[in-house]
């Protein structure tokens, strides 16, 4: 297993350490999580970096590292639904976009295209991590709310965006 997938993988094994710690809920969880959380998503950089630069792309990277970022980021989200930092609403759009991309990746890949992530979609995902750091912070409350309509919104965005620039799988699907 080469570097990037290892780090993929300690991504994926910091998810339940990160959720663990919120549930013990020590003095100091929040940081102590956050400080994982970060970790984590460093992990995707450095992994995704190193992958391109040396030519070190597999299927199990393809595979594993958006699924990771998923499932760090769900992670997360449901924490704060579950403390009632965030309306479920929002997470619901994550997840229904999630869900639906990864179809339409499907059926592309099905067709013999492969669906890259485009812009939109990397400002979503950086956008929706620094959202998920600045609410784990003593934030006002004000912010909180704009952290949550930023990772609805460019979600929202993002989705629609992958689904306008590849109507033509799905109208020959």
């Known amino acids: 297993m080469n570097l990037p997938n290892k780090l993929t993988l300690l991504r994926i094994i910091l998810i339940p350490v990160f959720m663990g710690i919120l549930y013990w809920g020590f003095p100091g969880a929040g940081y102590a999580a956050l400080a994982v959380f970060i970790i984590a998503s460093l992990t995707d950089l450095l992994d995704g970096k190193i992958a391109r630069k040396y030519n070190l792309v597999t299927d199990f990277g393809k595979f594993a590292d958006p699924l990771a970022d998923k499932m760090l980021t769900t992670a997360a989200l449901l924490w704060f639904v579950e403390i ?50 600045l609410m784990f912070l003593p934030i006002p409350a004000v912010v909180n709310t704009v952290c949550v309509w930023v990772i609805a919104l460019t979600t929202l965005y993002s989705g629609v965006e992958y689904f306008v620039k590849n109507k033509d799988i799905i109208a020959t699907a």
């Open 84 to 133: 009632g930092q965030m309306p479920a609403w929002a997470l619901l759009i994550v997840l229904v976009r999630e869900f639906a991309v990864s179809g339409l990746r499907m059926v592309a890949s099905d067709k013999g295209r492969v669906i890259a992530a485009g812009w939109s979609g990397k400002v979503k995902t950086a956008s929706t991590m620094g959202c998920i750091i």
